[in-house]
């Protein structure tokens, strides 16, 4: 399976188990640097980071909040369901930066060693088979 593949698969599933409550943008410190989103319903902008993983229609919110994230998994203690929200976003982040067909939603930094370090610290967790196939 490629690694966009999964990106898409992988999210996808994770989402099904999502009840876009917002509990994960309530407790994300990344909120309120995101356009809009800490004046919006968390829920709204829940269910456009789950749509956005099931491969459906998003919205400029859910997009702010995917785009801002950073990472921190302060979301993961929030989520009454015990998913791993930050992994979610990281799923929606590449899928918004362009990872399944090219063409980002968000702003992406131009960054020439990016590529490079992403192996680097992917080789760290990855299978020689998974290493052969993604990277
Ligand atoms: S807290 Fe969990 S169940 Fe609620 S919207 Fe976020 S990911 Fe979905």
Same mark, same amino acid.
């Given at each position: 399976m490629s690694l966009a593949a999964r990106i898409a698969t992988e999210g996808a599933r994770m989402a099904e188990a %999502? $009840? #876009? %409550?917002g509990a994960c943008v309530q407790a994300c410190p990344m909120a309120r640097f995101a356009t809009g989103v800490a004046q919006a319903d968390s829920a709204e902008v829940a269910t456009g980071m789950r749509a956005f993983l099931r491969g459906e229609e998003t919205s400029p919110l859910a997009l702010a909040w995917i785009g801002a994230? $950073?990472?921190? #998994? *302060? %979301?993961n203690n929030a989520c009454p369901e015990k998913l791993d929200v930050a992994l979610m976003m990281r799923f929606a982040s590449m899928r918004a930066r362009g990872?399944?067909?090219? *063409?980002?939603l968000v702003p992406v930094k131009a960054d020439s060693g990016w590529s490079a370090r992403v192996k680097g610290f992917a080789r760290l967790g990855l299978t020689e088979q998974e290493q052969a196939e993604w990277l």
């Open positions: %999502c $009840t #876009a %409550c994230c $950073t990472r921190s #998994a *302060v %979301c990872a399944l067909d090219g *063409v980002p």
